[in-house]
């Protein structure tokens, strides 16, 4: 079940840096630290509800269904260059 949360929760992290990215500078920027801070909210949001999710059925069969995919691409060759 790690395998779904670690995918759904790539584009958080990548917004997360960004934003502190943008912070870091031009640190004197009231508006970008309060778009990093609202984020940041909705960031520990969107983890506890993926970890919750991650807890269930749908994560399982999307977890299964990923792992099939990728075993059936990596017999076709289409992954063998990665």
């Known amino acids: 079940m ?10 958080l992290n990548g917004r997360l840096l ?9 640190p004197e920027e009231r508006q ?3 778009n990093l801070f609202r984020f940041s909210i909705f960031y520990l949001f969107g983890i506890c509800g993926l970890i919750l999710w991650s807890r269930s059925g749908a994560a399982a069969l999307l977890d299964h269904q990923v792992l099939h995919l990728l ?4 017999s076709t060759g289409l992954l063998a260059g990665l």
């Open 2 to 11: 790690a395998g779904s949360y670690g995918l759904l929760v790539l584009p």
């Open 18 to 26: 960004q934003l502190s990215s943008a912070l870091r500078q031009q």
């Open 32 to 34: 970008r630290a309060t």
């Open 71 to 74: 075993l059936e691409h990596w």
